[in-house]
């Protein structure tokens, strides 16, 4: 009984939102008017597997996805690791609210920010100048760059509750038995916290494959979100149809990531 | 402590460096706010606070904060309703199929916001549209009610697995019906839970933009009012007036909640109750 509002609201509205956009992956489109036509076909995918734009546009979003992940991976250790391992409790709960709050300030207002902090007489330029470098402007590495500061907290937040449930007591033996810090690190840390990784790069992964504002705000791009926004008020088909890539990519990443255990760590 | 001295230093460094690289940007917004001039270079020359009248009386903006106001309490309303009924049936009994109400709820904010975005607006156009419900601040609203209803919900379920069903099995016995028992005994302990959620789903609604694009219409919030602004150079002391206000608006809910009941729902309770709970306002 409790149920049958919650479960009614997001299994036809929200489910049956996913169903009418894969059932509209096979519509077709009038050529001339663009107008959606409900006869079944598999045009859209066929397009989308043969047309050259489309496997690079995919391929390019989903190497941004991996770069912004290993980057945002490299960031998150050193402040999760501390925060988890080095702190005090009363300095980890204040840094747990510092790396929340930002998380909460507003997707769009931060990426405006960015493309400010990136212009030629911006914040970006003006740090770098003192040391005669320019900073990457707007380009794919000033995309990069914007990416890794979006998704950064939704890393830091796993990789931190990873570190935290491995006992002291594991890295205490491991240095009883004579290994080094670094001994320790490579071969007791990090496999224990690979799983939270893997459950933050769920997240970073995703957001990336999706953004469809980013990419033209910051470097003038096409990446597989900006090609399904632009493509779906004149052929939504086709939008849809390519719209089952993330899904398809995120799908087999979710189901690798539940092999490696990453899910207990979510 | 197995860390060395040198490595603590290390790491300190490294800690400061990651959340300096996460504060510079909003105490960058905060800063150009106050920009007299229109065009955004840096450093600043002239400070001024006259863009946040100007902001004020601006009724394209007074207009989209209305109209975010509007749809943050709408989704809140929605979720709270929704996620707690969701929490109380997955706590309280068994039934088949009760691991994937988690799955369920949560999917709106795992796949990408695109995707989300573009069913609820193919929903939208071949199925309600038909029904008579267009675009318009009820679009937004279920929209934002869908994405929502997991921070409700994970906040209710980390509030109730902590507590016993004892309680409520004694108002049963003492001759309480199912109303009087959740309104005396259920909701009651609950409330604090509550309200750092719906604080949180009121933040989440408030800055959302990604899915709001697809159902929104014509209709503008605050983040699609500075959408469509921020490619106008006249407009940008405007917009960066809004945008501070939109992050000052988010967090504020946010720090309050965390206060409350010391989990943000977002994330899962475990991680968010156990860090927090020196903030803790309960024992």
């Not at chain 1, 670094?182 to 992964?205: C, D, E, M, N, Q």
């Not at chain 2, 038909?130 to 937004?140: D, E, M, Q, R, V």
């Not at chain 2, 409700?152 to 379920?157: G, L, R």
Request: hydrophobic share 55%; glycine share 8%.
């Amino acid at each position: 009984m409790l149920l049958a509002g919650p479960l009614g609201w997001m299994v036809v509205l929200y489910l049956g939102s996913l169903f009418v956009l894969f059932l509209a992956a096979f519509w077709d489109t009038e050529p001339y008017t663009s107008e959606i036509v409900h006869t079944w076909t598999l045009d859209n995918f066929e397009q989308i597997l043969e047309k050259p734009v489309y496997r690079d546009v995919a391929w390019r979003t989903i190497s941004m996805a991996i770069y912004v992940t290993i980057a945002d991976a490299v960031l998150a250790f050193p402040l999760a690791y501390y925060m988890a391992r080095v702190a005090s409790p009363r300095t980890r709960s204040l840094l747990v609210v510092a790396v929340l709050t930002p998380l909460w300030a507003g997707y769009l207002v931060k990426a405006y920010i960015w493309r400010t902090m990136l212009g030629e007489q911006g914040v970006v330029n003006w740090l770098l100048e003192p040391f005669g470098l320019s900073g990457p402007g707007y380009t794919t590495a000033g995309l990069w760059l914007t990416f890794t500061y979006l998704w950064l907290p939704f890393m830091i937040l796993p990789i931190y509750a990873g570190l935290e449930r491995i006992p002291g007591s594991l890295l205490e033996a491991s240095a009883d038995l004579g290994a080094r810090s670094v001994r320790t690190f490579w071969k007791v840390t990090v496999p224990l916290v690979f799983p939270a990784v893997v459950a933050g790069s769920i997240f970073t992964f995703s957001l990336t494959l999706g953004d469809y504002i980013l990419p033209g705000l910051i470097a003038d791009e096409q990446f597989i979100g900006t090609v399904i926004y632009g493509d779906h008020g004149t052929a939504l088909p086709v939008a849809a149809a390519y719209a089952m890539v993330p899904v398809a990519v995120m799908t087999a990443y979710l189901l690798v990531a539940k092999r490696l255990g990453a899910f207990e760590s979510l | 402590m197995v860390e060395s001295r040198v490595t603590r230093v290390v790491l300190r460094l490294g800690a400061g460096a990651t959340l300096a690289f996460i504060y510079l940007p909003l105490v960058v917004i905060a800063i150009y706010a106050f920009n007299e001039n229109i065009s955004q270079t840096w450093p600043i020359e002239h400070y001024t606070t006259k863009w946040f009248g100007v902001a004020w009386r601006d009724e394209s903006v007074r207009g989209a904060l209305w109209t975010s106001v509007k749809a943050a309490l709408g989704a809140t309303a929605i979720a709270l309703v929704l996620g707690t009924l969701a929490s109380m049936a997955v706590s309280r009994y068994r039934f088949f199929g009760k691991e994937t109400i988690s799955f369920l709820v949560i999917l709106p904010i795992a796949l990408p916001g695109i995707i989300t975005g573009l069913a609820l607006q193919a929903t939208i156009l071949n199925v309600l549209t038909p029904l008579g419900i267009s675009f318009s601040i009820w679009t937004i609203i279920i929209g934002h009610g869908t994405f929502c209803i997991v921070v409700i919900y994970n906040n209710a379920v980390a509030r109730i697995r902590r507590l016993s069903g004892s309680l409520e099995e004694a108002s049963v016995d003492l001759g309480a019906d199912a109303w009087q028992t959740f309104r005396f005994v259920t909701f009651p302990q609950l409330r604090t839970a509550l309200l750092a959620g719906g604080l949180l789903a009121f933040a989440l609604s408030f800055d959302e933009v990604v899915v709001t694009i697809f159902t929104s219409g014509a209709q503008q919030t605050l983040p699609i009012w500075i959408f469509t602004n921020f490619a106008r150079p006249r407009e940008l002391p405007i917009v960066n007036v809004v945008a501070l206000f939109v992050v000052v608006a988010s967090i504020i809910p946010v720090w309050i909640a965390l206060r409350v009941a010391g989990g943000t729902g977002l994330t899962s309770d475990r991680r968010g109750g156990e860090g927090l709970s020196a903030l803790d306002a309960e024992p």
